[in-house]
């Protein structure tokens, strides 16, 4: 019952995110974790605002405890990054924190953490279902009464993010952010970051506004994810209180979302290529940048300009930090929100992400819409189409066998250059477009990514994709 994704498991409430699962998946991380000789130093657990979140902590602590493992247990709601940043920070081998992330309120799940602070690796995720499976068959999970376990001293409840946000602190800009006096208007979604971004902020002296940021287990009935859908209200309230900057972030403050002075939606492939593009230009530092296949283009033609590389990777952050490690590059993320620089954490940070924005437009005195125009000045300017499509579970066998077995294709209207399978089916187009059609890590969705000059172009195309699958 325990099956990892591209961003850890995730399961429906009440379905397979149950007591007994969680029990469950403790009882393998303890298995692993013994194995592995690193039982000794215990394992930082965290949580985010969804339903069942504070009490699913306590349940996988019953299970740690009864197996003698000291839980760390983050005694609060916080953004996933604090969890990755102290794993790392204090050279922990695992780490866990609870949450769906982006998905819909139905879910939970759990992301874990390995030595860095990095996304477990499909090599550890497959040993955890494997030692999970055969836990199941014996069903021999001792567990041990939260309270007893607390007053025993084998979970210490306890909170880090102080330590976190002075890390943040201590690498932006702070100074000029004050010198420039900006109102900001923060919407958390509902979720975790709203502690932690306003206490950058207001620290730098700027205004700070919220919205949605009460405690709601059901998003305001939306998807907890900063998408031009989402966030339609903060483009409202940017352009009527005039404020500088919107940003958003996910249920689990690991995603961003941002609004410009104007009041437009920037997408995360515009986000990706500003910081990449000002950490280049005005900053002066150097290095490659990693994106995975379904992220925008423009990223290569940025790099080249500088003469560094872009390299692409598999969708999920895991295989981003890898990449980034191994080529040293500057900066890695991907289109649906998540990146990190060189010298922060191994994963997505939302809050790291936003705070450096706004040191962007502190350094540079410019507007960012102004930053946003002489990106697409320099670089060209193209559309990125992005479907996502449900289908009955009898014909997932089906679409595979067309798209990686057989290798079907349907008739473009434009010449192809290339094909990968790496991760989905991606084509490759002459004229520098792109196509891809790969199936969600994180929900039962097939999803198609386009990106052309034009965007009845994207949209064509994937509309000859979809009618070729019979969406």
Not at 63 to 79: K, L, Q, T
Request: aromatic letters at 10%; a negative charge; charged letters at 25%.
């Amino acid at each position: 019952m325990i099956q990892f994704g591209t961003g850890g498991w995730r399961a429906v409430i009440g379905d397979e995110f149950t007591r007994q699962n969680i029990h469950l998946l403790a009882k393998a991380m303890s298995v692993k974790m013994k194995k592995e000789q690193v039982a000794d130093e215990g394992i930082v657990i965290g949580y985010d605002r969804r339903f069942l979140s504070k009490e699913a902590v306590r349940w996988a602590c019953e299970v740690f405890a009864a197996e003698g493992i000291h839980c760390m247990f983050v005694n609060r709601s916080s953004p996933t990054p604090l969890i990755m940043y102290y794993v790392e920070k204090h050279n922990l081998h695992y780490g866990m924190m609870v949450t769906a992330s982006h998905n819909p309120a139905i879910y939970n799940g759990f992301k874990v953490f390995t030595y860095g602070g990095r996304d477990a690796s499909e090599e550890h995720t497959k040993e955890i279902e494997a030692i999970a499976a055969e836990i199941e068959k014996s069903g021999n999970i001792a567990a041990l009464d939260y309270d007893k376990a607390l007053e025993q001293g084998l979970v210490t409840e306890f909170n880090p993010l102080n330590e976190y946000l002075d890390n943040i602190i201590e690498n932006i800009n702070m100074k000029a952010i004050r010198d420039r006096g900006l109102h900001i208007v923060l919407d958390p979604m509902y979720g975790v970051s709203q502690t932690s971004i306003k206490t950058i902020l207001s620290t730098a002296r700027c205004e700070v506004d919220l919205i949605h940021e009460t405690h709601d287990t059901l998003f305001g009935r939306r998807m907890p994810a900063p998408s031009r859908d989402s966030l339609t209200e903060l483009c409202k309230y940017v352009t009527e209180m005039e404020c500088d900057l919107g940003i958003a972030t996910d249920g689990d403050a690991d995603r961003l979302g941002v609004v410009d002075d104007k009041g437009r939606y920037l997408t995360a492939n515009d986000i990706l290529m500003l910081l990449y593009y000002y950490l280049l230009q005005y900053k002066g530092w150097r290095g490659p940048v990693v994106r995975n296949v379904a992220t925008t283009h423009i990223l290569d033609r940025m790099a080249e300009s500088f003469g560094e590389v872009c390299y692409e990777v598999p969708v999920g952050f895991k295989h981003i930090s890898s990449k980034m490690q191994e080529t040293n590059a500057l900066i890695g993320g991907e289109s649906s929100g998540g990146l990190t620089v060189r010298g922060h954490i191994n994963g997505k940070d939302g809050i790291y992400a936003a705070s450096l924005l706004v040191e962007m437009i502190a350094v540079t005195g410019k507007k960012l819409s102004e930053l946003d125009e002489e990106i697409h000045e320099k670089y060209g300017k193209t559309w990125m189409e992005e479907r996502s499509y449900r289908f009955p579970v009898e014909r997932t066998q089906k679409l595979k066998n067309i798209l990686y077995v057989d290798r079907k294709l349907p008739e473009f209207p434009y010449e192809i250059e290339k094909l990968s399978y790496m991760d989905g089916c991606k084509v490759y187009f002459k004229n520098n477009g792109w196509i891809i059609a790969r199936f969600s890590g994180t929900e039962p969705l097939l999803r198609i990514f386009c990106e052309m000059e034009r965007r009845e172009e994207a949209a064509e195309c994937c509309d000859i994709f979809r009618e070729f699958l019979q969406l």
